[in-house]
């Protein structure tokens, strides 16, 4: 089955240790996208990359950025993870000419900083 | 800027009774409207989906008319049944092709056997 796959599910990491978290497509969907979602609260839209192009949300802290080697593959980097990290990670695709525009969701990573 | 407006919970039903779970938006153009279903330590599952207008998505017994009048999306289901237990998010697509959805803030759905 074609699906989004995020490595690992659980992760964690120490106050100040770089991180970096994981997510592969099988969908060929050419828009994939990272949200944070903190406890008991709605996922929060970080970047995207549009094919090759990297979309900022103008609030993602600096402290966070992303790779997208190739369309299947896509990663978050946390250059120096603090308490207030600790959250689950949601990797979602989309294709942009599919006309509804949903989006596919991985089953997340859930990031403990320790 | 765009924004969706949802009951908050928990709301805990009894096995068998009817669902609404309200949804409002707030939005320019015409937006795609989604219902997210996320169990316990999971991802966002897509539930069901309209894109215009008077559309109405289904799916797994659950349905949801887009109403542009009065800009609402609400969740609606017959029989409710324990493993509908999770909390379900209602969200929308500025219809941009790569625009982030812009989600309600969840409503935890408890089903008592």
């Known amino acids: 089955d074609a699906m989004v796959i995020q490595n690992p599910r659980y992760q964690v990491t120490q106050f100040g240790k770089p991180v970096t978290l994981s997510c592969s497509q099988t969908?060929?969907?050419?828009?994939m996208y990272w949200y944070q979602q903190k406890s008991s609260q709605a996922p929060k839209l970080l970047f995207h990359?549009?094919?090759?192009?990297?979309?900022n949300e103008a609030d993602t802290p600096d402290n966070f950025q992303s790779r997208r080697p190739n369309t299947s593959f896509c990663f978050l980097d946390i250059r120096s993870p603090g308490l207030g990290d600790a959250a689950m990670y949601l990797c979602?695709?989309?294709?942009?000419?599919?006309?509804?525009?949903?989006?596919?969701f991985g089953p997340g990573t859930r990031l403990t900083v320790t | 800027g765009d924004s969706v407006t949802q009951m908050e919970g928990p709301v805990t039903l009894s096995e068998e009774a009817f669902l609404t779970i309200n949804c409002t938006y707030t939005?320019?153009?015409?937006?795609?409207l989604f219902w997210y279903v996320q169990y316990p330590g999971e991802g966002l599952q897509l539930l069901l989906k309209?894109?215009?207008?008077?559309d109405k998505g289904s799916n797994k017994g659950f349905e949801a008319t887009y109403r542009k009048e009065t800009t609402s999306f609400h969740l609606e289901k017959g029989s409710v049944q324990v493993s509908d237990s999770a909390v379900y998010f209602c969200?929308?697509?500025?219809?941009?092709?790569?625009?982030?959805?812009?989600f309600g803030k969840g409503t935890h759905l408890i089903i008592q056997p």
């Open positions: 979602a695709t989309s294709r942009d000419d599919s006309g509804t525009y949903e989006q596919y």
């Open positions: 939005a320019t153009g015409y937006p795609s």
């Open positions: 969200a929308l697509s500025g219809g941009g092709g790569a625009d982030g959805l812009t």
């Open positions: 309209a894109t215009k207008a008077d």
């Open positions: 969908l060929n969907h050419n828009v």
């Open positions: 990359y549009y094919d090759k192009d990297f979309n």
